[in-house]
């Protein structure tokens, strides 16, 4: 495969038009596999800029696990890859930059009782937080989480009432009950208002990840792809 890739390069830089790149004279359909996560979070954000300074770009979005992708940019299939967690072991032959960290927060509907304002942030005491009831995103349906670990070296335990497998749905069964969820907080900023939902400061301490963009070290500097790229990561 990497000997393929390197022919593929080959015919790109013949093939790539010469002179300064101009996104707006761009006719091209760029192949994004992306998780639902940096749909939201990265290409959302960036979607009017991208349209406005290259209007003949048509974003193929795909959906891509590890393997996937990695078999999908080796084969040219994909331009980018947007991902993070087990994306962040890709093998050394692909070029990874970073586009943001992110952080989880809880969430809770608007003026709920537990909430607490200190300084300009909502928090919510341990008690309150492992009595109330948790929904838990879940796509295979576990009833625990890296929020269970956490509580569990603190002698504590969590009621999870319900499990769900999409995140986008949460912020809105949280919205309308009294239970709270830990999210990711780039989500958790683009619902708060259409799902009526409170952000807080967790009272356990949860690890941050990377959301990465990770492109075949060949294709890196291809105008297109570079182009692509740092409209992602300008956010």
């Known amino acids: 495969m990497p000997r393929v890739a390197a022919v593929l390069e080959s015919v790109r830089l013949v093939a790539s038009p010469r002179g300064e790149f101009d996104p707006a004279r761009l006719q091209a359909m760029l192949s994004v596999?992306?998780?639902?996560?940096?749909?939201?979070?990265?290409?959302?954000?960036?979607?009017?800029?991208?349209?406005?300074?290259?209007?003949?770009?048509?974003?193929?979005?795909?959906?891509?696990?590890?393997?996937?992708?990695?078999?999908?940019?080796?084969?040219?299939?994909?331009?980018?890859?947007?991902?993070?967690?087990?994306?962040?072991?890709?093998?050394?032959?692909?070029?990874?930059?970073?586009?943001?960290?992110?952080?989880?927060?809880?969430?809770?509907?608007?003026?709920?009782?537990?909430?607490?304002k200190r300084g300009t942030k909502l928090h919510m005491e341990l008690d309150d937080f492992t009595r109330l009831p948790h929904i838990l995103v879940s796509p295979r349906g576990d009833t625990r989480g890296a929020v269970d670990d956490a509580l569990e070296a603190l002698g504590r335990t969590r009621k999870v009432s319900a499990t769900c497998p999409s995140f986008l749905a949460v912020p809105f069964m949280v919205g309308a009950s009294e239970s709270i969820a830990v999210i990711a907080e780039r989500v958790a900023l683009r619902m708060q208002e259409t799902a009526q939902l409170s952000l807080f400061e967790l009272p356990v301490v949860l690890p941050t990840w990377d959301v990465l963009v990770i492109r075949a070290r060949g294709r890196a500097n291809e105008p297109a792809v570079q182009w692509i790229t740092n409209m992602m990561i300008a956010d």
């Open 33 to 116: 596999a992306a998780t639902d996560h940096a749909i939201l979070t990265v290409i959302a954000p960036a979607l009017a800029k991208i349209q406005a300074a290259a209007p003949g770009v048509v974003l193929r979005l795909r959906p891509a696990d590890m393997e996937s992708a990695v078999r999908m940019l080796d084969s040219g299939d994909l331009d980018i890859v947007l991902g993070s967690g087990s994306f962040a072991q890709m093998p050394q032959r692909f070029d990874c930059q970073l586009v943001h960290k992110e952080r989880f927060v809880g969430i809770a509907r608007k003026g709920h009782p537990a909430l607490l």
